[in-house]
Structure formats: structure tokens, C-alpha cells
């Protein structure tokens, strides 16, 4: 290979293994990709969770095109352009209940966290809150990784390297548990009383010193955890109960993945804020968002009624033209082929093809919901990991994108898949797990 692997530094990968083994795509279309030696390989995993609408789509291509052209970049502080404002009405009429009024732009799933977790501060505090200021997570919660989404997220290894951390962080336990949920079809029975932990928290800090909980839905980057039924609710009530905010993280959930606009849809429970990125542009052009519900925004232009406070927060690249030009049009296509609705219709689908691997060797659970999944391997004694290595491997030769976090495998393919494509992944999985050793 001519390439170079040097120089540049891979996110989360070693390029020291990647180098032995390198796998650089060169294309992609709907829903494949085309790796650099020519070869189509079944995209399994929407890129990252994010081309929800399939690769290369005409309409978004051209709308980004058209607006490079057009105007190329607008600052966003004392300014603003007509498509920011577009774009914001129509993301939040998405939600249903017209319970949100604001969209606060940034350009990633981080961005979007760290801006959720400082609105929440600050929201109390021009209240004449201002000692709510502790944050709550949960153990194998991923919220990107500024320092805020680290702290608040639940993952060991982003962690552990970065210091102290925000002060003032407590994190409720996971749902996953292999004894009461493996094989659960959709939202596992068991687990819902694992969010009472709040209350324990709640009690030990007090209320008043309690700005936010940070919640992912459905939990993706550690593997696919589904709440267990009842959960959600029972965090809306708690937090509703002390003025606590909540906070959907919903970069995965978000557009189309459970075959609801979002999962606040699915599950029927309104959180404070929502968190988005990836399916919002169809992951071509970087951004992400928070939905702020009304009375948020209101409280900062309410707080002193002559001198309204304005957030002092903000990016280069808020509710940049080119991202706001590709997001109406992944809007466009996402509302113009009734993607959501077609993913709600292949769930069922789904669901029976992946729980058809329950049989294979090394599987000890399978999750999924909408058009997600996870599958679980055992992990070999002593090398966590490294089975859900060679997986990934196996099936890029194969034919097949797939993401591992560890031994777990997470598929999240776009939602123009069809029945043969579900049957594909299917194959491929079963034909390398019999293999795998
Ligand atoms: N929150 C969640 C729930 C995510 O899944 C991710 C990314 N996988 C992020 C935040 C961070 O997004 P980004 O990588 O765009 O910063």
C-alpha cells in the first residue's frame, strides 16, 4: 500500500494494529461501502450510528454543494442565517406535544453534552439556584469526550488517563445483567427498580445541589443496553419529584434508529433536554445539538427582565451553513421515504434474525430494539476482547461492517435496509461466529 500510516494520530485506534491490517474505505453508496482493494462491504453499522439515511444520497450530496457555493460560513455570535433558524423550527416540531422551544447547535455528540451539562448549570442558576451543581451519570454511559461527557459517562478506560475529572459527579448503576435479562426480545422485564439508586443519591447530596441526571435512552457504545421496562419512567418521576433536569442523550436513539423520530418518542417520556448529533446531517457534514424544553431559555431571558442573560457559550462552527443545508435535506429524505416508519415496520424483522445467532458458539446475550442490536460474546480467558477483534475482522473480509466494543458486537445499519440485506448480515455473522474460536 502507498499510504502512509503515520503520521496521523487514529481516534481510539492503535495504528500500530490498524497498520497490520489496514481497513481504509474509499467509497460508499447506500448501503455499502467500497473498501480501498475494491471490494463491497455491507455497511452494518450506518458508518458510526450516523448515515441513518444510506451513504452518498443525491439530495443531501447536492444540498451541500449548492450551499458551499451560496454562502460558505456565517458567524454565529450577533449574527445568524436564515437556514439556523429554518433548520431549529423544524427540528423541534419533530417532537411531538410542542414541549420544546430552542435548538443550541454544535458540531458533535460531545459538543452537544458539554453544552446540555452547562445550560442545566447555568439554567439553575439564574433561577437563584446556583447550588445545584452536581451532575449524574451512569456506569457504562458514553456522552462523548469533552471533559464533562467523561465524567459523566461510565467507562473506565475514558477515564481513567484524564485526571480528576469534574467534580461534583455520581453515577447510577447500569440495567445490564446477564442472570434476569440475557435474550431479552426488545426492553428486558427486569431492572427497572435499578433506578431508585437516584433517590440514594438524591438523599446522600440533597436535592438542592443537584443540577441534572444524564441518561442515554438506549445505551449504544457499550454494547447495546435497552432500559428495562418502567426504568425511564421511573428517572422522570424522581427527577420531576427534586427539580432535577433530565437529559436524553439521544446521538444514537435520535432520528429514525428505534423507528420513532426520537426515543423520547418510543418510550413516551418527555426528558428536559435532548442531546443529538450523527443522524442529523446523516453523518456528512459535523454537527450536533441540544433541544432545551420551554422555560429553559425563558429563564435566562427572564432571570433580569431589562438585562436578559445571554449564554456565554458557544462555537466557531454553531449552526454552521453547510451542516444546517445538509441537515434539512437528510430531514427531507428522512420525512420524503418514511424511513422512520419503514425501520418501525422492519423491527420485527430484525429482531427474529438477529435472535436466530442465539444458538452460535461464544453468544451469551442478544439485545435489541428498533433497528439496533447488540450480541454478546464470552470473552476468551484472559484476552478480553480480542474475540470481538478478530469478529470485526472476519466479517470486513467477509463482506461486513460490524462495530465491537470489546466482545460485544453492535449492529446499527441504515434504515433503508431491506429484508435481504437483515438476511446478509445475518450470514455472514453466523457463518464467522461457527468459525470463530
Ligand atoms: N453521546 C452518545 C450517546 C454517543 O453515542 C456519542 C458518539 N458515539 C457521543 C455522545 C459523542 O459524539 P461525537 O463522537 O460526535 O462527539
Not at 156 to 181: C, I, M, Q, Y
Not at 256 to 270: N, Q, V
Not at 273 to 294: C, E, L, Q
Request: hydrophobic share 40%.
Amino acid at each position: 500500500m502507498s499510504t502512509n500510516l503515520e503520521a496521523y494520530w487514529m481516534p481510539f485506534t492503535a495504528n500500530r494494529q490498524f497498520k497490520a491490517n489496514p481497513r481504509l474505505l474509499a467509497a460508499a453508496k447506500d448501503m455499502h461501502y467500497t473498501s480501498h482493494d475494491n471490494r463491497q462491504i455491507l455497511d452494518g453499522t450506518a458508518g458510526l450510528w450516523c448515515v441513518n439515511a444510506g451513504h452518498c444520497r443525491p439530495k443531501i450530496v447536492e444540498a451541500i454543494q449548492k450551499q458551499v457555493a451560496h454562502l460558505d460560513y456565517a458567524p454565529p455570535f450577533q449574527m445568524g442565517h436564515p437556514l439556523a433558524f429554518e433548520l431549529a423550527e423544524r427540528l423541534i416540531k419533530m417532537i411531538p406535544g410542542n414541549h420544546f422551544d430552542r435548538v443550541f447547535y454544535g458540531n458533535s455528540g460531545s459538543e452537544a453534552v458539554e453544552s446540555a451539562l452547562k445550560i442545566a448549570i447555568a439554567y439553575h442558576r439564574v433561577r437563584g439556584e446556583a447550588s445545584r451543581v452536581r451532575l449524574i451519570g451512569r456506569e457504562r454511559g458514553y456522552h462523548g469526550v469533552g471533559f464533562g461527557g467523561i465524567s459523566v459517562g461510565g467507562i473506565a478506560t475514558n477515564r481513567k488517563f484524564f485526571g480528576s475529572l469534574l467534580p461534583g459527579v455520581d453515577h447510577l448503576p447500569h440495567t445490564h445483567n446477564l442472570e434476569h435479562n440475557a435474550f431479552s426480545h426488545g426492553q428486558p422485564e427486569w431492572g427497572a427498580h435499578l433506578a431508585d439508586e437516584l433517590e440514594r443519591i438524591v438523599t446522600l447530596h440533597d436535592a438542592s445541589t443537584i443540577a441534572a441526571v444524564i441518561v442515554e435512552p438506549v445505551a449504544g457504545s457499550t454494547g447495546v443496553l435497552v432500559p428495562p421496562v418502567g426504568y425511564l419512567e421511573k428517572l422522570r418521576a424522581i427527577c420531576d419529584k427534586y427539580g432535577i433536569l433530565l437529559i436524553f442523550d439521544e446521538v444514537i436513539t435520535g432520528f429514525g434508529r428505534l423507528g420513532t423520530s426520537f426515543a423520547t418518542e418510543y418510550f413516551g417520556i418527555l426528558p428536559d433536554m435532548i442531546t443529538v448529533a450523527k443522524g442529523i446531517t446523516n453523518g456528512t457534514v459535523p454537527m450536533g445539538a441540544v433541544f432545551t424544553r420551554k422555560g429553559i431559555y425563558d429563564a435566562f431571558m427572564e432571570s433580569t427582565p431589562e438585562n436578559a442573560i445571554e449564554l456565554f457559550h458557544g462555537y466557531t462552527y454553531s449552526g454552521h451553513p453547510l451542516a444546517c443545508a445538509a441537515a434539512l435535506a437528510t430531514l427531507d429524505v428522512y420525512e420524503e421515504e418514511g424511513l422512520f416508519q419503514h425501520a418501525q415496520e422492519l423491527a420485527g424483522y430484525w429482531e427474529n434474525a438477529i435472535h436466530s445467532l442465539k444458538d452460535l458458539p461464544h453468544v451469551i446475550d442478544i439485545r435489541n430494539l428498533g433497528l439496533v442490536a447488540g450480541i454478546e460474546l464470552a470473552s476468551r480467558p484472559g484476552k478480553p476482547g480480542a474475540r470481538g477483534m478478530e469478529c470485526l475482522e472476519s466479517c470486513y473480509e467477509t463482506g461486513l461492517l460490524i462495530r465491537t466494543t470489546g466482545d460485544i458486537i453492535a449492529l446499527s445499519p441504515p434504515l433503508i435496509i431491506q429484508k435481504e440485506h437483515i438476511d446478509q448480515i445475518v450470514e455472514i455473522l453466523a457463518g464467522v461466529l461457527q468459525k470463530l474460536i
